[in-house]
Every structure is written in C-alpha cells, then in structure tokens.
C-alpha cells in the first residue's frame, strides 16, 4: 500500500509490483492417482479461504478497536494522574499552609506569655513603686511637719525675744 518500488521489488525478489486485484491462484491438477475435485470442492476451498482472509479483517478490526480503547483508556488515565497531581500539589500548599499557620499560633502563644510575665512583673514593680512612693510621702509629711515645728519654734522664739 504505502511501498516504494524498491521496497515492493525486494519482497517480491526484484519482480516489479503487480497492480490491481491479486489473481486467483491456479488449481494444481493433482496426479493421476486422484480424482479431480468437483466444482463444489473448490468453490468450498475458494469460500474457506475468503472466510481466513474476512477472519484475519475482522481480527484486525477488532485488535484496532481494542487499541483505540486501550489509548483513550490510557489517556483518560493520564488526564485522573494529572488531575490527581494537581490536588495533592493543593493538599501539599494547604499542608504548608497549616503548617505554617501553627507556627505562628506558636510564636503568638509565647509572645503573649513572655507579655504575661512582663505585665506581672510591671505589676509587681508598679506595686513596689506605689509603696516606695506612699513611704517618701509619708516622709516627706514628717519632714513637713518637723519643718512647721522649725519655723513655728523659731517664729515662737523670736517673738519672746521682741517681748523682751
């Protein structure tokens, strides 16, 4: 079918390619000892053959149909494989992506203790500041006092002195 010429030369063994249908093969006068074969002999001969070669068409329609399933079957197969990529490529980056959110639910979760310990510790040292400062004022309130005393006293002495 889709031979060149020399291609059909070497197969035939350097005859050049027939055209057309192929010829029927001669019958082969059998010799003398046997009888002839009847018309009906060779027509059932001739109809053996034509059912080997229509068996050999049908078998190779039926091996090309089974081949056309066999790619559309390994194509829908590899579009599911792609397909399939395509999801555990997403399940991986939301994998990573959880990953990553717990991390951070991590990182917050000890900044926001380190955050309880420092407000602890400012309300300790607030504490401590508010008593240190309720202990200067309640000095500097006797040293006011003892001041009053001073001035009173000198104030008191000095008018005495006047008097005198």
């Known amino acids: 079918m889709g031979r060149t010429r020399q291609t059909a030369r070497k197969s035939t063994g350097g005859k050049p390619p027939r055209k057309g249908p192929p010829r029927p093969r001669p019958i082969v006068i059998p010799s003398r000892g046997t009888p ?4 009906e002999e060779r027509l059932a001969a001739l109809r053996t053959k034509a059912d ?5 068409r049908m078998r190779d329609c039926v091996i090309a149909k089974l081949r056309r399933k066999v790619r559309q079957r390994d194509e829908a197969l590899d579009a599911l494989q792609n397909d399939y990529d395509v999801l555990q490529d997403d399940d991986d980056e939301k994998e990573d992506t959880i990953l990553e959110l717990e991390e951070d639910m991590l990182g917050m979760a000890a900044e926001l203790e380190h955050l309880r310990e420092t407000e602890a510790a400012l309300t300790s040292s607030q504490t ?9 004022l309640t000095e500097v309130a006797i040293l006011s006092c003892a001041c009053d005393c001073k001035r009173s006293r000198a104030t008191s002495f000095s008018s005495e002195d006047d008097a005198l």
């Open 128 to 136: 401590a500041l508010d008593k240190r400062i309720a202990d200067l």
């Open 52 to 56: 080997l070669r229509n068996g050999v």
């Open 36 to 39: 002839e074969p009847t018309d």
